[in-house]
């Protein structure tokens, strides 16, 4: 069984400060993806990055991060100076990475709540 | 990019009533969708696997005869909530796969919300 455990329910800064969203996976496949997720109030996901359980190397993008540890089952998201704009849940998640008859199902944790203010 | 969408983007319903939603790929074929469910303030609970052609699987715990999926074509899934209920108002959202070169990417709809009152 797939499991995403984001701990962090909510979290609040103030803008232009860091912030790391934290994800512990748990998977009995060797290879898989992880993802993660903007959904804004409005509702739509937006993807972010997705990686693949051979490729450890961090990833940057502009004010975005990913810190990916197999070690520690963790691939944590990093926002450096956060803003306002930056407000949404964001969603960790997890599926296998070849193509299965089971369809690829994708695995969400609970979601972190950002609430970026002024 | 593929783009996924969904018609109706919201949709408010009387208790007892049936209301489809259609999830459509735009610029590619789609042989496998997915419907997901998200309360307010929680996750997004997959409901059920489409395929083009064939029933769909259901997860555990959800009412196949409730929740009727018809995946016709290979762009286009519907999901019809039958006797709609109060307790079944929610978020839905479609996501279809897309298969290129033996990998795959799936691409989100963004989502019905429907309100039963």
């Known amino acids: 069984a797939q499991k995403v455990t984001q701990a962090q329910t909510e979290i609040s800064v103030v803008e232009k400060e860091d912030v790391t969203l934290d994800c512990v996976y748990e998977?009995?496949?060797?290879?898989?993806?992880l993802f993660w997720y903007k959904q804004p109030p409005s509702g739509e996901l937006v993807f972010l990055i997705r990686r693949n359980s051979f490729d450890e190397q961090n990833e940057i993008s502009g004010r975005y991060s990913w810190n990916f540890q197999k070690s520690t089952s963790s691939f944590n998201f990093t926002i450096t100076a956060s803003q306002v704009v930056d407000s949404a849940v964001y969603f960790c998640?997890?599926?296998?990475?070849?193509?299965?008859?089971?369809?690829?199902?994708?695995?969400f944790g609970t979601g972190t709540q950002l609430k970026v203010e002024l | 990019g593929a783009v996924v969408s969904q018609h109706p983007s919201w949709v408010i319903c009387k208790s007892g009533t049936s209301v489809k939603i259609e999830c459509r790929s735009l610029d590619f074929q789609a042989t496998t969708m997915f419907w997901y469910r998200q309360f307010p303030k929680q996750s997004l609970m997959l409901m059920a696997t489409s395929n083009e052609g064939s029933k769909a699987t259901y997860e555990q715990g959800v009412e196949k005869d409730k929740f009727l999926i018809n995946h016709a074509s290979l762009t286009l899934s519907t999901l019809t909530v039958t006797s709609a209920h109060p307790e079944d108002s929610s978020f839905y959202i479609c996501s279809a796969r897309l298969v290129s070169g033996g990998s795959y990417e799936q691409y989100f709809g963004p989502g019905t919300r429907l309100t039963v009152t």
């Open positions: 998640a997890l599926s296998p990475l070849f193509l299965t008859g089971g369809g690829n199902k994708l695995t």
């Open positions: 998977t009995r496949d060797t290879t898989y993806y």
